[in-house]
Each structure stands twice: as structure tokens, then as C-alpha cells.
């Protein structure tokens, strides 16, 4: 019996045969099995309080690493293409942006008639099938075997492939810096591409993220992902009955393992995460108002427009404040599985190209943009 091919599994096959032809190209996760080295977070948000000490742990270890741009910016073509600049912003803290890898969401959340108060630590979500990692045409995002989702600063042009095609809006660019100055900065690229990458170069020598470290209420635990899944589950099963709900509605309690094919940064409250997004959103709204007006008033926020429709949804998280709504996979497109299929062979030569370029610049062309 001839067992019938479905247009998806044909685009994956093919990815996965392109990609090992491509000699050094990352093969996309898409086509891999979860190693055993996978680790994933599991944040219980009703133990946090609110105070804050990751955001500072994570800016007084990372801040830096993100390079103060030229003067002046180079103004992209065409003109109508952004300058993102928060290099004169570094004190904000109230969102995701270059110099600020993590931020505690503050919520009023209606539940039952009452207002609970609801805290949650946002950065990446390490996604096991990240699509900016399949999709960025140079390949300088990828996902490590330990379940990192990281961009690799010497290599990224700052095009924001990896924003538009991830579900939260994650990344955040800053003009100015970057390989893309060595190149042609006026038609090759925009800046760089900044998020968190979990302490990465940390967590290679065995030590704990920062975020989880100086947490004073261990609010975040990490692990092998099969154990910590595990936890999760347990955890929004006692919120679920603590809530008065069946105990088959314990998913309703946790977010992160089923949202873009799963995440290896898992969420688990008190109250069903509906009522947390119906507030995020609500309070999204206020905040983007705010942050046009800051960017106006600091000469620039044309990168911080409020884009297509009313700034609800989607949109709202191109203002660094992802939102907690349902995802689904966004690797199961067949839009996005054509896409990866077709830069599967150049993304490893790109990655090889821009490891070159940099190398170069770091011998004599100079520091424009500084180094990460």
C-alpha cells in the first residue's frame, strides 16, 4: 500500500536534506531529536514578588555586552526603513530592548470577581523549534543542544527576520552597531539583533543564570526538561484544585508547553493564564501610548510606531511586552517551512562568510559599533 506523502512532511524532508548537504550549516532543530542536554526553566509566578532583583542581576551581567552605537547612525535604505536607537535609554526596564534582556510584567489580573496580583519575569522563551533560528537567512540565531535560542552578535545584520517571525516579537534591534558597518551600511543591514540567551556563556561552564541565582523567592528552577515538565505539571495541577477547578483544567495554569510547538521557558500560576493575558493586553495598551510619546520627546520613535491596526495583539509586542495568548506552532506553516527549506543551503555559507568579515574587522578594520 503506497503510504501518502502530505505537502508539510514532503517541505520537511527536503529541509532536512538540504541542510546536511549545506557544508557547516546549523541543521535546523525542525529535523532534530531533543537531546538529553536539553534544559528548560519553570517560573512559578505566584511566588513572585515583584522586586526585581533579575532585571538588575541580568543588566549589571549583560548590559554591556550590547555595543553603544556610531554617530551618526547610517540612515538605512529606503528611508522609510527605521533607525532604532535606545542606546540613550539604557535606564529602561519596564520592557524588552537591546540593553535590557528581562523585565517583571506587573499585573492587576480579574479573576472570581477580585483583583489578584500577578508578577512574571518576560524574557525569551527558548522555543525547541525556534523559527528565528530556522529562518534567519545568515544564521546567526540558532538553538544550542542544551536548548538556548542565542544570536550570534558577529555574525547578525540586523534585517529583524528573527522579530517578525517570532511569535512574542522578542528580539529588539539596535541601529548602529554591529558587522553591518564593515559591509555597505547604507543598503546591507540595520544594526544588530539583542535578547536573552539564558547566561549562555554561564551555563557553558556549569553555573547557574543569573536570573535564577539572585532570585530571593526561587521563583525559577531549571533542569533537565523531561524532569522540569514534569514539575510544571504538578504545580498547575495543585493551582488548578486550589482554584476550584477539575483537575483535567490544569493546563489552563501553565504556559509554555504546548505554545509554539513547546518552550523550554514554562510558566505556572495561580490563576488560569486567559485572565493574565486579558490583563496584559489591557495594560499593553496604555504602556505603547507612553512609549510613543518617550521616544517622540528623545527625537526618535519611528521604530516604535504603532504599526498596523489599533496596537492590540500582535502589535503590542513589537513594543518589547510579549504577550501570553495562545501560539500555535509556527514551524508547522508551510509558508515558513518553504522559507527555511529554501535558505537552508546559503544559511551556513552566510554564517561562514560573516564569522570571516568579523574576524577581519577585528584585525584591522577597526571597532565601529564596539565588539560583544
Not at 548537504?21 to 538529553?36: E, F, N, Q, V
Not at 509556527?330 to 537552508?344: D, E, F, G, R, V
Request: charged share 20%.
Amino acid at each position: 500500500m503506497t503510504k501518502r506523502v502530505s505537502r508539510r512532511d514532503f517541505l520537511k524532508s527536503g529541509l532536512a536534506a538540504a541542510t546536511v548537504a549545506a557544508s557547516g550549516a546549523a541543521l535546523p532543530r525542525l529535523a532534530m531529536a531533543a537531546t538529553d542536554d536539553e534544559l528548560c526553566t519553570v517560573l512559578d509566578v505566584g511566588k513572585c514578588i515583584g522586586c526585581e532583583a533579575c532585571v538588575e542581576a541580568c543588566r549589571e551581567a549583560w548590559q554591556s555586552s550590547t555595543p553603544d552605537p556610531v554617530s551618526p547612525i547610517p540612515q538605512p535604505f529606503p528611508a522609510r526603513v527605521p533607525i532604532e536607537d535606545w542606546s540613550k535609554r539604557k535606564d529602561v526596564q519596564d520592557r524588552l530592548t537591546p540593553y535590557n534582556f528581562l523585565y517583571v510584567e506587573m499585573l492587576a489580573v480579574s479573576h472570581k470577581g477580585q483583583e489578584v496580583e500577578i508578577n512574571i519575569p518576560r524574557r525569551c522563551m527558548h522555543c525547541r523549534n525556534a523559527p528565528c533560528a530556522n529562518l534567519c537567512p545568515f544564521g546567526a540565531a540558532r538553538v544550542e543542544g542544551n536548548g538556548v535560542v542565542h544570536i550570534d552578535g558577529d555574525l547578525c545584520l540586523g534585517g529583524a527576520k528573527c522579530k517578525n517571525v517570532c511569535p512574542w516579537k522578542i528580539p529588539q534591534r539596535q541601529s548602529g552597531v554591529g558587522l553591518y558597518l564593515h559591509l555597505l551600511p547604507e543598503y546591507a543591514g540595520n544594526g544588530a539583533m539583542f535578547k536573552c540567551h539564558r547566561c549562555l556563556p554561564l551555563v557553558r561552564q556549569g553555573q547557574t543564570p543569573r536570573c535564577i541565582e539572585v532570585c530571593p523567592e526561587k521563583v525559577q528552577a531549571i533542569g533537565p526538561r523531561q524532569e522540569m515538565v514534569a514539575a510544571a505539571a504538578e504545580m498547575a495541577r495543585a493551582y488548578a484544585q486550589a482554584d476550584g477547578r477539575a483537575a483535567d483544567l490544569w493546563p489552563e495554569y501553565v504556559y509554555g508547553l504546548e505554545e509554539n510547538g513547546g518552550t523550554n521557558t514554562i510558566y505556572v500560576a495561580p490563576v488560569p493564564f486567559a485572565a493574565i493575558n486579558q490583563a496584559m493586553i489591557a495594560q499593553h495598551k496604555e504602556q505603547a501610548r507612553e512609549d510613543i510619546d518617550a521616544a517622540l520627546s528623545a527625537g526618535g520613535g519611528r521604530g516604535l510606531g504603532p504599526g498596523r491596526g489599533d496596537g492590540a495583539g500582535p502589535e503590542l509586542a513589537r513594543f518589547g511586552r510579549p504577550s501570553m495568548g495562545p501560539q500555535p506552532d509556527a514551524m508547522q506553516s508551510a509558508k515558513n517551512l518553504t522559507w527555511a527549506l529554501a535558505i537552508a543551503p546559503v544559511a551556513g555559507l552566510a554564517a561562514g562568510l560573516g564569522k570571516f568579515l568579523s574576524s577581519t574587522k577585528d584585525k584591522g578594520l577597526g571597532e565601529a559599533g564596539g565588539k560583544k
